[in-house]
């Protein structure tokens, strides 16, 4: 418990997350405060950089930065404080809030605020590919063209915008060849993505690493090799119960500290949902730099 009630908080509020989502959600979230008589103050971001810097100002001023908003905005304020012994408050109000769905923090924005009320907080882990931190899952290959669909897409909320966005990116996919070095250790394949994972979920609650703990020191790199359309298609649906990986002929899954990817043509590494850098890419962990308030039975 940190006695996190006890001080002021800042809101940083992406007003058009999920859609317009956080702005929905902003009066009853003030509501719940209100009711709790918790000091709180909001701050609408403009930007990614806005968000960083109003987080940085909540911290200066000794309140606790809490994060309205999904997957981006979290990851670009969670990876800019990591390692400043700064605690991070959570509201989920973006489309896939796969990070809060890891860890277990209500998406219900009522049960949100009591969690952090409670101020229970656990130590997470941090990734960095080419210096670009980010919490949840690295990835790239087919991936990168699905995010890049799906970020376009501004008519569909949740995870259809990721089944609709893999639906289109499949149509015109052609398999890439991948090259993963750790240290001396070098592997090839042909086939779909490479995921780094910190996090177990991504795309609105697609299970792609189901082993993925963001407080163990290491990266799930997942792999999925040369298959056919179709039959990539039909086990598309086991992607969200996080079965997938018994298929050990087609997806690859091991444990790392560090890895080095490239591939035979270009492709934008995407990370909490947004582009995060380019091929190739050293993708790293940086254990425990982040304190996040979760509930209390996964603090």
Known sequence: MGGFAERAWTLIVNPSSGGGRARQLLPRIERALDARRQVFRVEPTRSLEHGIDLAFEAIDAREIPVVVSGDGLL???????????????????GRGNDLARGLGIP??????????????????????????????????GFDSDANRIANEARFLKGTPVYAWAALRALIGWKPA???????????????????????????????????ADPSDGLLDVVT???????????????VFKGTHVEDEEVVTVRRTRSIEISASRPFTMYADGDPLTELPATVRILPGELEL?????TA
Request: aromatic fraction near 6%; charge should be neutral; glycine fraction near 18%.
């Open 75 to 93: 990851g670009a304020i969670g990876g800019a404080i990591a390692g400043t012994g700064a605690t991070l408050g959570l509201i989920p109000a």
């Open 107 to 140: 998406t219900d924005p009522v049960a949100a605020v009591e969690c952090l009320i409670a101020g229970h907080t656990r130590p997470i882990d941090v990734g960095e590919a080419n210096g670009q931190r980010f919490l949840g899952i690295a990835s790239v």
């Open 177 to 211: 060849r991948f090259t993963l070095r750790e240290g001396e250790r070098r592997s090839r394949f042909t086939g779909y993505t490479v995921a780094v994972a910190n996090n177990g979920f991504y795309g609105g609650g697609m299970n792609i690493a189901p082993g």
């Open 224 to 238: 999925i090799g040369e298959v056919g359309r179709l039959r990539f298609l039909l086990h598309l649906p086991r």
């Open 293 to 297: 308030i979760v509930p209390e039975e």
